[in-house]
């Protein structure tokens, strides 16, 4: 997700609930891992989806850093915006949302680097190898983790975002939006795959 995620207005969606949304739309389209929580309306935010509270280990592509991620993502999806395939370099960002106190670095803080071309995004970076981590988004009060870095949690994505800036398109039955659902602050529009 980029800085156009991150800004305040989605913070604003969020107070009123539009993610509860999104987390409940998540839950159904997630497959049998998030299944379990399905059912009744929006839950409170520290409900989350309610598997098994696992903590899956990660790390930066040279290993200095290492953190943790415990319980489930928020949400899970894929971002075609030109900020996440400029930074990461590659087409398609698979972006999961976490609670902050979902996600904990256990070894290497000193060599977590941030960079923020906005400050709604603090991107972290291994300042060893140059790996991604994970992207803080403040105003969201959520963070992206690159699950590509934590093997054990298998990224299953719900819908794709920004597919009005894609470069490659994705043949697989998902909704597409053109830049953000309605919940997420965005227009809300559909594309064809
Ligand atoms: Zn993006
Ligand atoms: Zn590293």
Known sequence: MDRRVANTSLAG????????RIWRYTGDL?????????GGGPRPYKGKISMK????????FCGAVRFEVTGAPNVMGYCHCTDCAHWSGAPINAFSLWA???????????????YAKSP???RKY??????????????????????TTVPSVEHQGALHI??????????????????????FGGSGVEMPE
């Open 120 to 122: 709604g995004s603090q």
């Open 13 to 20: 969606v969020l107070a009123f609930g539009g993610l509860s």
């Open 53 to 60: 509270e696992q903590t899956h280990g990660g790390s930066c």
């Open 30 to 38: 997630a497959g049998p891992r998030l299944a379990s929580s399905r």
């Open 100 to 114: 902050p106190q979902s996600v904990k670095v256990t070894h290497g803080a000193e060599h977590v680097g941030t």
């Open 126 to 147: 291994c300042s060893q190898c140059g790996g991604h981590i994970f992207t803080d988004h403040p105003a969201m009060g959520l963070v992206d983790v690159y699950l």
């Open 162 to 183: 920004f597919y009005g800036e894609k470069t490659l398109a994705v043949r697989d039955g998902l909704p597409k939006y053109r830049d953000l659902p309605k919940d």
